[in-house]
């Protein structure tokens, strides 16, 4: 079966601490290659290059959240 979202949001999957250095990936599903990027946050526009498919938080914080 084929599934419904093309994408996924790759997270660590260790608890995460504030100050720790985290990279938020985005892949495609069955090798699909993804090239263009925006990520968002609460529906904020992060600003990051539509060239990257990673987004890094350093450090940490709790107003990464959500």
Not at 23 to 46: A, M
């Amino acid at each position: 079966s084929c599934p419904t979202d093309p994408l996924v949001l790759q997270v660590p999957a260790r608890a995460l601490l504030e100050g720790d250095t985290v990279t938020l990936r985005c892949r495609g599903w069955h090798h699909n290659p993804v090239t263009r990027v925006r990520f968002y946050q609460d529906e904020k526009d992060l600003g990051e290059s539509l060239w990257r498919t990673e987004l890094s938080l350093s450090p940490l914080q709790l107003n990464h959240s959500g």
